[in-house]
Nanobody
């Protein structure tokens, strides 16, 4: 059984930083990308950042470009999201997901396994 567990959320003032981590366990039989999504209250879940299996492709949405950095460890089962210069608009539940392919994709339906989410709250 595959498990995906996020950690690192919390409350921070605007301009501050947080680092989210995500660890996968269990057998995943294909080379998989990993992605971070977020869902603000009353809004749909949206792609934030993703990294390919080989780390050769990373993608970010425009609002976080230059502020967020996604990275992956050598064992392939841990991904982190370093979030700097946080803004109140970044407030959301952040989800980590395992991609169905090795490439970075944005639609949520292209991800196979999901974590439970971690809350990020940025105060102004």
């Amino acid at each position: 059984q595959v498990q995906v567990v996020e950690s690192g959320g919390g409350l921070v003032q605007a301009g501050g930083s947080l680092r989210l981590s995500c660890v996968t366990s269990g057998r995943i039989s294909w080379p998989y990308s990993m992605g971070w999504f977020r869902q603000a209250p009353g809004k749909e879940r949206k792609f934030v950042a993703g990294i390919s299996w080989n780390d050769d492709i990373v993608k970010y949405i425009d609002p976080v470009q230059g502020r967020f950095t996604i990275s992956r460890d050598g064992a392939r089962n841990t991904v982190r999201l370093q979030m700097n210069n946080l803004e109140p608009e970044d407030t959301a539940v952040y989800f980590c997901a395992v991609g169905a392919t090795s490439d970075v994709t944005e639609p949520s339906y292209t991800y196979s396994y999901w974590g439970q989410g971690t809350q990020v709250t940025v105060s102004s």
